[in-house]
């Protein structure tokens, strides 16, 4: 008698199959983006691993920048949130989700709208947008603070996410959380002391 050992069922498909569906709505957001008529990159014409000066006009269109540790808050919070709302379902579907909402923000925050109430709210008063590479880069960054999230354990994330709340404020005088609060309510007590700087 011949004994037939039981077909395993992986998750590896359904695994991929997320993951397409994140990189499907990153390149949607791109093509968005450039139908939008945002610059694919920099108008200096070359791209940078890191642009170090916030107020230029290289900031928020190269690969990363001060604002980069922001997006990898996104995708702790995002990962807590996801996880949260809906524990049983797939790490990878919940990245989906985050994705969607990340490549939604990113939408809305290089529309005309949003680009006009942080040049009126903010201390950037030249800001002109993200390149394209830019913000498919936060959405990537967003990407990263998720599975980042998901493998450390939450007091290392919770820590993170401080020390990256506290350097750049301390360094450019903006981070999330003043990102978030300038542009909601605006406090001209916040706004001269960034532009101190």
């Known amino acids: 008698m011949t004994v037939v050992p039981p077909v395993e069922t992986s998750p590896r498909p359904r695994t991929l199959l997320w993951i397409g569906a994140c990189l499907a709505v990153l390149a949607l957001q791109v093509a968005v983006e450039l139908v939008m008529g945002r610059t694919p990159i920099c108008t200096c014409g070359f791209v940078k691993l890191f642009e170090p000066v916030v107020n230029s006009p290289g900031n928020s269109q190269h690969l990363a920048d001060w604002y980069t540790p922001s997006h990898i808050i996104h995708g702790f919070l995002f990962y807590a949130l996801t996880r949260w709302l809906s524990p049983r379902k797939p790490r990878t579907a919940r990245l989906f989700v985050a994705t969607l909402i990340e490549a939604g923000w990113e939408l809305l925050e290089n529309s005309p709208l949003v680009i006009e109430r942080y040049r009126s709210a903010t201390v950037s008063l030249n800001y002109i947008g993200d390149s394209v590479l830019n913000s498919a880069m936060d959405t990537v960054f967003m990407g990263l603070g998720f599975l980042l999230a998901a493998r450390l354990p ?16 301390w360094l450019i005088r903006d981070n999330l959380t003043l990102n978030v609060l300038m542009l909601v309510w605006p406090i001209d007590a916040v706004k001269a002391w ?3 700087l």
């Open 194 to 196: 960034q532009g101190a």
């Open 154 to 169: 939450v007091t290392v994330t919770i820590a993170i996410a401080i020390v990256f709340e506290l350097f750049t404020g």
